[in-house]
């Protein structure tokens, strides 16, 4: 290099920084050895801030516009005044550019679901996500605090301790906040006002502020949203028996297999008229004028369990019961039934006296009838 080159060189100098990445916080300007010429330009733009470093201490911070480094508590770093050291200055300066911008778009939410108390539900677990956008509101501070001597700072190093504080203040703030669960969707940008607001002083001791925070959404488990799913399908089906006539309907006209299960429960509607019928009649079977109309039945169908009967007993001219057969067995042994008590029971024209009712007749037989001239 010819020796007016290199002098040249040393009294010509001009500090700028344009960033193509859109995730650099933090770059430093490099120069060899560190060395800012005297009367250097420094050139800040919108959206930047310049924080100058003079011998490992922090001397000043530059807002955007055009800067002459020449005034009189500005050291004088010109290599050319220090001859006896080699054309090497002996004051090592460092320019650091703060990206003042907003970073956008960036996610944070729930690693782990959140355990919080429902007033309608109890205890439930919600997992929430969503965005944020960042910037930075104190160059200084951030580059103490986070940056330290790093050349290039980047978005992605700090973003995971944002993230971190973000969901720690969102727990803190649902359990505190007291919504149910059914109304936080209506409520989420309450939500992120407030969270925003609890994460603002921890953030502004980095340096930071958060200008947006958003809720996307808050969410239960898939098993509570499967049944919350099923609570509301049959909230909007209303009369269960007026959907299942529907669906039946809607079967019969589609296809021969939809006729083919209507017609297997009306089967199965007739089978129950029958048993019921059959259970009137008494264990000696129904009545032919009980089964006019009726189809034919399959004998190899078993017929259906008769149904117990429950009595009433007049005494005195008083009714009383109902009594089960059971408790008429233990009357009849008591003796507080006879053969000439009174009985009647659903379905029987009067009352009869218990040895004229078959079904009661039964009882007196485990006992010895009255000796012959009493």
Not at 304 to 323: D, Q, R, Y
Request: charged share 20%; net charge negative; proline share 7%.
């Amino acid at each position: 290099m010819p020796i007016f080159d290199f002098l040249s060189g040393q009294f010509i100098d001009v500090i700028q920084w344009t960033d193509n990445t859109r995730d650099t916080l933090v770059w430093r300007f490099e120069r060899e050895g560190h060395e800012i010429k005297y009367g250097a330009k420094l050139t800040v733009r919108e959206g930047q801030a310049a924080v100058f470093i003079h011998e490992g201490q922090l001397a000043d911070v530059y807002t955007p516009g055009l800067y002459m480094l020449e005034t009189n508590n500005m050291p004088i770093m010109t290599s050319l005044q220090h001859w006896d050291h080699g054309f090497k200055s002996p004051f090592k300066s460092e320019i650091y550019y703060v990206n003042t911008t907003r970073f956008q778009d960036l996610k944070w939410g729930t690693k782990n679901p959140i355990i919080c108390r429902d007033p309608e539900f109890g205890p439930v677990r919600l997992r929430a996500f969503g965005t944020y956008s960042v910037r930075v509101t104190d160059p200084a501070k951030f580059l103490i605090e986070i940056v330290g001597t790093d050349g290039e700072f980047t978005m992605d190093e700090i973003s995971f301790q944002i993230r971190n504080i973000i969901v720690q203040e969102f727990s803190r703030t649902i359990a505190r906040a007291g919504i149910p669960v059914l109304d936080m969707a209506a409520n989420t940008r309450e939500l992120g006002k407030l969270l925003a607001k609890e994460i603002a002083p921890p953030l502004a001791e980095y340096g930071l502020e958060l200008p947006e925070l958003y809720i996307e959404n808050i969410s239960l488990p898939p098993a509570v949203e499967a049944v919350l799913d099923k609570r509301s399908s049959m909230g909007v089906i209303g009369n269960l028996n007026e959907y299942m006539q529907f669906q039946a309907a809607e079967a019969l006209g589609n296809d021969g297999a939809g006729a083919a299960a209507i017609q297997a429960g009306l089967g199965a509607g007739l089978g129950m008229q029958i048993g019921q019928a059959a259970a009137q009649a008494g264990p000696w079977g129904a009545a032919p004028q009980q089964l006019q109309g009726a189809a034919p039945v399959s004998r190899q169908m078993p017929p259906p369990p008769p149904v117990e009967h429950v009595w009433h007993v007049a005494e005195n001219g008083e009714t009383k019961g109902p009594f089960s057969k059971a408790s008429m067995g233990r009357m009849a042994s008591d003796g507080a039934l006879t053969r000439d008590s009174y009985v009647w029971t659903a379905g029987q024209d009067g009352w009869k006296k218990a040895e004229e009712v078959m079904e009661l007749a039964q009882l007196f037989t485990v006992l010895p009838p009255p000796p012959p001239g009493s």
